[in-house]
């Protein structure tokens, strides 16, 4: 009765807000229903994580809850401490999101500031009725202990049933079941998470479907990660050049480039894939020894393969926020896709206009909070993943790459059928721990230890023959895609990219003419293919590239009108080619950041700030920046660049401008 009792409060202040605070242009009440009920679902979870500690006392008190000493004192005191700071929470909730139109984070802290407390505090006493309000708290407290004391009494005066031993511990297991349940809040794979509340673009739908104190928390655990706007605007005049921003402002901080749109390119679809631990080393395009990857062979022989291609950090999660935003995920504490605060961005995928949108996932979107990478920046993206698929699940990734891919055609055909151009996400994970793989048609097999030089499988950087295996199973699944989209008729009016996401831990292997193992780079080096014979001719890219890249690229070959407000450009562009760089973070010694192309990589140690730079081609693993001071000079500068635009314009590359 007392969680009850809570939730109740709890919905109460969920009323308040939307009766008297909740605005939106959504008339749709699906959609607002759907908020109401994952705001229910978040008020549930708060109320039963608060009643834990009851739960507990009663669970070891029994009968001696009831008495009159210290259980009962502790029971008032700990409901009365709970409704006095959740009602003042509240209460500042609301008059955020009245003032700033958003529910309440850890950056409030701001108007606490050394030398603005008395003017915000009397900005509050002037705007605010601040009296009445804290009369109204009285009441409500008052009127608050007067129930949970009531609810506790009522029980205390029933008379006592005696329970045997095995009684209550079927009541402590059901307690526990009813509590697990509810705090998971989900009927899949992954718990109910704040992503989801993020299932439309409007600012008020989410505020409905979110519980802000669990918003708050989540936000908490990630204040550390912000931005330096002075050093910002210190390295903005090196980074504004290197991207080509139409207006420099190192003010105003703009990034914009815009692209008319060009009506002599088709219309074409799109399909990127992205390939799960798909190192560049692990590819037969690299000299892999053991030749996994035939089919991404054949696609680079007849498509445009990017040689010096990076991702900028060794983690899907940042590898999917950094593709989608076009900045690199510099976050320190998690990752940025997890941050309430960062989600929110303008991205170029948003920008395709009249195209089906697309992102399909074996798994569940709840994984990292990706959801709200594609829901929250995409409007009208299509999400198909965990629920939606025809096929089983084959492992914790959801169902098998083969049959993702399968049940994908499917998609790409109806939209190709009714003329709708289409921009799809495709991401795979069977080629990920456990390594599970199927049959698929039938004539996918793998391969024993028996069937394989072990002398060979060590030198090719595989760990083992399950890795080895997994990673000739992508290559098989994205044979399957080609014939698929061949026999489905959309081969020819559509752009395909291949990407790895970052690669695998490998043993050590020196068939690269760089050696990268040693140097820790590996993990970022991918191999990249762009597939489209219609406007590309053969070709093989020596010049830098990035994950970061990929939408401007793509979004260029469709002739689509566009703005870029990030750090990707035109891989296509071979203007400045010597220029380009990629900028990537990786684990050696104290972890680096670092700009790398085929001929230089300048290292940052980001615990000593030492500096380093290597000539990839001729003393690859000797610092040399004694000897080059000044060109040591200029990419400390555009790898600082890098990553303090990175750090702002997470937070600032809003549909609003957030620092202002």
């Not at 030398?115 to 109204?136: D, F």
Request: overall charge positive; some cysteine; charged content about 20%.
């Amino acid at each position: 009765m007392q969680t009850l009792y809570l939730f109740c409060f709890l919905v109460f202040f969920r009323l308040i807000f939307y009766f008297f605070f909740f605005t939106s242009t959504v008339k749709d009440g699906g959609v607002v229903a759907q908020a109401w009920h994952l705001g229910l679902k978040f008020d549930m979870r708060l109320a039963l994580i608060v009643m834990i500690p009851v739960g507990l006392a009663a669970v070891i008190a029994r009968d001696r809850l009831f008495g009159s000493g210290l259980l009962r004192r502790f029971v008032f005191g700990y409901l009365f401490l709970v409704y006095l700071l959740l009602t003042l929470f509240y209460v500042v909730d609301l008059g955020h999101y009245s003032y700033l139109g958003v529910r309440m984070d850890p950056s409030v802290t701001r108007f606490l500031a050394e030398g603005e407390r008395a003017t915000n505090a009397l900005m509050l006493w002037e705007s605010y009725p601040v009296g009445w309000g804290l009369l109204g708290i009285f009441v409500l407290l008052a009127l608050l202990r007067w129930g949970y004391r009531s609810i506790f009494f009522r029980y205390a005066g029933k008379e006592g049933v005696h329970v045997r031993a095995w009684g209550l511990a079927g009541w402590v297991v059901g307690l526990v079941l009813l509590f697990g349940i509810g705090i998971y809040g989900n009927v899949a794979y992954f718990p109910l998470r704040w992503s989801q509340a993020m299932f439309t673009r409007d600012n008020a739908v989410t505020s409905l479907a979110l519980n802000p104190v669990l918003y708050f928390a989540s936000n908490f655990s990630v204040q550390d990660d912000t931005f330096d706007l002075e050093a910002t605007r210190k390295y903005y005049p090196v980074i504004s050049r290197y991207l080509g921003v139409d207006q420099p402002d190192a003010q105003q901080l703009n990034f914009e480039r815009h692209t008319p749109a060009d009506t002599t390119k088709p219309r074409q679809n799109v399909i990127i894939v992205m390939m799960e631990s798909a190192g560049a080393s692990m590819t037969s395009m690299f000299g892999n020894p053991m030749n996994a990857t035939p089919n991404l062979q054949h696609l680079s022989n007849q498509g445009v393969l990017f040689k010096n291609f990076y991702v900028p950090a060794m983690s899907t999660a940042r590898t999917v926020f950094g593709v989608t935003t076009g900045l690199p995920d510099v976050t320190r504490i998690k990752t940025a896709s997890r941050h309430p605060g960062i989600v929110d961005q303008r991205v170029i995928m948003d920008q395709f206009a009249g195209y089906e949108k697309y992102y399909l996932l074996g798994g569940n979107t709840n994984w990292a909070n990706i959801r709200a990478v594609f829901t929250n920046n995409v409007e009208g993206i299509q999400i198909f993943e965990e629920g939606y698929f025809k096929a089983p699940k084959a492992d914790v990734w959801g169902v098998s790459d083969y049959d993702l891919i399968t049940e994908a055609d499917d998609i790409f055909k109806k939209a190709h059928d009714q003329r709708k151009p289409f921009i799809a996400f495709l991401q795979t994970a069977d080629n990920h721990e456990p390594y599970t793989t199927s049959a698929g048609a039938g004539d996918f097999r793998r391969l024993t230890a028996k069937e394989v030089d072990a002398k060979q499988l060590k030198a090719s950087g595989f760990v083992s023959i399950d890795q080895f295996n997994a990673m000739r199973y992508l290559d098989y699944n994205i044979g399957h895609l080609m014939q698929l989209a061949k026999k489905s008729g959309y081969l020819d009016n559509t752009i395909f990219v291949f990407f790895g996401d970052h690669s695998a831990r490998l043993g050590a292997y020196n068939f690269m003419p760089v050696p990268e193992f040693e140097m820790a780079t590996y993990v970022c080096h991918v191999p990249c293919i762009v597939y489209n014979p219609r406007s590309l001719a053969p070709a093989v890219v020596e010049r830098a590239g990035s994950l970061l890249d990929i939408y401007p690229t793509v979004a260029k070959m469709t002739g689509i009108p566009f703005t870029n407000y990030t750090l990707g450009k035109d891989l296509l562009d071979s203007t400045h080619a010597a220029e380009r760089y990629a900028f990537l973070q990786y684990m050696k010694n104290n972890g680096c950041s670092s700009v790398i192309n085929g001929d230089y990589l300048y290292e940052i140690d980001q615990k000593t700030g030492a500096t380093s730079l290597f000539d990839l081609k001729r003393a690859p693993m000797k610092d040399i920046k004694a000897q080059q001071p000044a060109l040591a000079d200029s990419l400390d500068k555009l790898t600082r660049g890098f990553y303090e635009s990175a750090r702002y314009l997470m937070f600032n590359n809003k549909k609003q401008r957030a620092w202002k």
